[in-house]
């Protein structure tokens, strides 16, 4: 069966260190993979997207991600976490030529001042 | 402003009485979807759509009916509503399918 993992259900660091929000993916073919964020009582809003290309993709608000093949993962990174970072973060992947989209189970963000 | 809307915002019900969601977009997109929202379970696609009477289901299809008979406008129709139903619904839409989606602010429904 295909599905989205998120492993972590919530990852703690302090501001102005390093993140990473960890995402794997067992899907068929080569699938377009995105990076979302929730705030309290908002739709998801889009970070960065990777459809082909250069394996390291930059986004919005700092963030960037790291395809690999290989390991079918897309990992969501930031060099220097902020406390307005702190929100659900979901990593989401869609079949190519369709519209099915998967979606991880999101892993919350705390980052501490 | 471009922007995805759904109404209403909440909802709270009794089981068995017909219910829709209305969920309208302004960015003249192609791709409309809707999603629901279950703690620990993250966003499960319920419908979606690539195009005018064009639908088709996602995972969690049971218990909904969508149309689309406008680009702009998919109205999520809940015809018997049952309290396993209760969640947080997302609107959605995107101009082709490798673009990012845009969210509507969501509708918590309960149903009791």
């Known amino acids: 069966a295909q599905s989205v993992a998120q492993p972590e259900d919530q990852v703690n660091v302090a501001e102005g260190n390093p993140l990473t929000v960890k995402c794997t993916y067992s899907v068929s073919g080569n699938p377009y993979l995105f990076w979302y964020v929730q705030y309290p009582n908002r739709g998801l809003q889009f970070l960065l997207k990777?459809?082909?290309?250069?394996?390291l993709v930059k986004g919005s608000y700092g963030f960037e991600a790291e395809f690999n093949k290989s390991q079918t993962s897309f990992h969501l990174k930031k060099p220097s976490a902020l406390v307005s970072d702190s929100a659900l973060y979901f990593c989401a992947v869609r079949e190519t030529g369709g519209f099915k989209t998967l979606f991880g189970a999101g892993t919350r963000l705390f980052v501490k001042a | 402003e471009a922007q995805v809307t759904q109404n209403p915002r909440y909802l709270i019900t009794v089981t068995g009485k017909k219910l829709t969601v209305t969920c309208s977009q302004n960015?003249?997109?192609?791709?409309m979807s809707w999603y629901r929202q279950d703690p620990g379970l993250g966003l499960r696609q319920i419908y979606y759509?690539?195009?005018?009477?064009?639908?088709d289901k996602g995972d969690v299809p049971e218990g909904y009916k969508v149309s689309r008979k406008e680009k702009r406008n998919f109205p999520l129709i809940l015809e018997s509503p049952s309290p396993n139903q209760t969640s947080l619904y997302f609107c959605?839409?995107?101009?082709?399918?490798?673009?990012?989606?845009?969210f509507g602010d969501g509708t918590r429904l309960s149903i009791l």
């Open positions: 990777y459809i082909t290309g250069d394996n």
């Open positions: 960015m003249n997109h192609e791709y």
């Open positions: 959605a839409s995107s101009f082709r399918g490798h673009q990012p989606q845009h």
């Open positions: 759509s690539m195009n005018v009477e064009v639908t």
